[in-house]
């Protein structure tokens, strides 16, 4: 006699089969990653999983069309630069650039804005993260200075785009300046507000740690964590050190703590979860790691994090979105890494990487 509970598992045991089966046939040897459930851990755990998530990925990607008008395929803006950095921001949009949105913003310090105008007439540029009074890389204090009501804000000026932009990237080259935080931190809150999907990065990472009510439970984030930020992240939240032996578990209690908040661990492989299912994108890469592939990861994701959304659940078969998305851009930068590395070994830079992203999108996406 079998249980109802028992008759349930086995109908979800053929499921399972039917989905390894089904992924089998799309099986391509180069591929190598795979898909885990929360709740069997290591079990189903192949490499086939990761053809089916990168079908997934392909199922998002508008077709590319004559009759769509300019901004349709993303409007994103990516939040970061300061006077010490320029690079992160400039990569981060960039990078969204090429991947197919149709126009890039980038929001930062004043002091930012013409170095990141004379490396690229492709973005739009506006130094507005201190708008309050041009007093930038003066405060240091420890609390936040409040801002003076008389002037226009920076959460003003930037709130003003938010209804043309379809996903925000938040703290790439930010850096920790008090008042600059803060005003990141009213943009996330209006960008909230607004239900516009956000990726956040370095410094952002860095202020959520600080206040991790900023995103708690907000469906439309997704972290991206390097090892670092991952540690101080998950000590912030749940009060304790990260199980080193334990990664995939530690990304999934991190992401749940957080309320389900999309978590992108990046590493050696990259692990992903949104509570439910983790995900692991191991595509190949190489052994060089250079400043700055996280940004083209960041600024990659905001685009694909807009076409998951508007593709909605039945192109993602049931998945969530954000997931399918950062497997996307996981996947992307592995490959950029690996094709720019076959030409140029050690000396690979990011912007040999971003040089990359037309193939290495073609070969996964399109063939
Ligand atoms: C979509 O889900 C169904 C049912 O769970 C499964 O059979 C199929 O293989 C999935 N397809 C992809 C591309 O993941
Ligand atoms: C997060 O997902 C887990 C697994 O599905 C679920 O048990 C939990 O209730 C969810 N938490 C929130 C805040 O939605």
């Not at 929001?107 to 004379?118: D, L």
């Not at 209006?190 to 410094?203: G, L, M, N, Q, Y």
């Not at 990304?251 to 983790?278: F, P």
Request: charged letters at 20%.
């Amino acid at each position: 006699m079998v249980t109802r509970a028992g008759a349930g598992a086995a109908v979800a045991a053929t499921a399972v089969v039917a989905l390894l089966s089904a992924a089998l046939a799309l099986y391509r040897p180069p591929l190598d990653a795979v898909l885990e459930r929360a709740f069997s851990l290591r079990k189903v755990h192949s490499i086939k999983d990761m053809e089916n998530t990168l079908q997934l990925v392909r199922n998002i990607i508008p077709p590319l069309s004559s009759t769509k008008h300019k901004g349709q395929d993303g409007r994103i803006g990516v939040v970061g630069g300061c006077q010490e950095y320029t690079g992160a921001p400039y990569f981060a949009a960039i990078s969204a650039l090429k991947v197919g949105a149709d126009l890039s913003h980038v929001f930062c310090a004043s002091a930012a804005a013409p170095v990141i105008k004379a490396y690229s007439p492709e973005l739009i540029v506006h130094p507005v993260l201190f708008a309050e009074g041009g007093n930038e890389g003066l405060s240091s204090n420890k609390t936040f200075r409040a801002l003076s009501s008389d002037s226009p804000s920076a959460v003003d000026e930037v709130e003003k785009w938010l209804p043309r932009l379809h996903a925000l990237v938040v703290g790439p080259g930010l850096g920790r300046d008090d008042v600059l935080l803060r005003n990141v931190q009213g943009i996330l809150e209006a960008s909230k507000a607004r239900d516009i999907p956000v990726v956040i990065d370095a410094d952002g990472l860095w202020l959520v740690a600080q206040q991790p009510a900023l995103i708690q439970g907000y469906q439309k984030a997704v972290l991206t964590p390097n090892h670092m930020e991952f540690s101080r992240l998950y000590d912030a939240v749940l009060r304790g050190p990260v199980d080193s032996d334990d990664r995939h578990g530690s990304v999934l209690r991190l992401s749940q703590a957080l309320g389900n908040v999309t978590v992108v661990q990046k590493g050696e492989r990259d692990i992903l979860s949104n509570g439910q299912q983790v995900l692991v994108c191991s595509q190949e890469g190489s052994s060089r790691r250079c400043g700055g592939q996280g940004d083209l990861l960041s600024g990659s994701l905001g685009v694909l994090v807009h076409w998951a959304l508007l593709a909605g659940p039945e192109k993602t078969n049931g998945s969530s979105p954000l997931l399918v998305a950062a497997f996307g851009a996981c996947s992307l930068t592995r490959q950029c890494n690996h094709q720019a590395f076959q030409k140029h070994g050690r000396s690979t830079t990011t912007s040999d990487m971003i040089a990359e992203v037309g193939a290495a999108f073609r070969k996964l996406f399109e063939t």
